[in-house]
């Protein structure tokens, strides 16, 4: 009985992990230098070694940004190396604008926010759900200097807290 449990609880953690996002490469940088307003999943058109070579988890999206041009979504400055067994036709160019799927009208209000405002696009991270890549894209504006440190002392008091909170709580048992 017991064995028969166990082999019930490996199947649910197998199914919960087939369906949870697996996340190939993040923006972590995004965070500190752009307050992030408002995020968007979009699908992105790859070739056949440029997925292979995101399967094995190898991407590097530092300075990525997006833009609008001639009515459709482009991502630019997203590094996906060739993928090993990728020879001759096959290889594909690591540093290629990609296209970025996103509905009509998402696309015309991005592009109608960005021109009004000093927004910019910069994706967040890249990840599969449901066997496909998306990206997540976000529509953020970027921080001054002075922001950066408010936002990093915030940071270290929220932690101190948070750490004196626990330190009480452990002298209390």
Request: proline letters at 3%; glycine letters at 6%; charged letters at 30%.
């Amino acid at each position: 009985m017991a064995r028969a449990k166990k082999m019930i609880s490996k199947r649910a953690a197998a199914r919960a992990q087939a369906s949870a996002d697996r996340v190939v490469a993040t923006n972590r940088r995004a965070r500190f230098d752009y307050d992030v307003l408002e995020s968007f999943e979009c699908g992105i058109v790859l070739q056949g070694s440029e997925v292979k070579s995101l399967r094995t988890g190898r991407a590097q999206m530092n300075d990525s940004y997006a833009r609008v041009s001639d009515g459709e979504m482009w991502l630019y400055g997203l590094h996906i190396p060739p993928w090993q067994y990728a020879t001759g036709f096959g290889a594909h160019d690591p540093d290629r604008r990609r296209k970025l799927l996103l509905h009509r009208s998402e696309i015309d209000q991005l592009l109608g926010r960005t021109q009004q405002q000093p927004l910019t696009l910069i994706p967040l991270r890249l990840y599969f759900a449901d066997g496909k890549a998306k990206v997540e894209l976000a529509l953020a504006r970027g921080r001054r200097l002075y922001d950066k440190r408010r936002a990093l002392a915030a940071r270290e008091a929220e932690r101190e807290a948070a750490r004196l909170a626990r330190h009480a709580s452990n002298w209390a048992e």
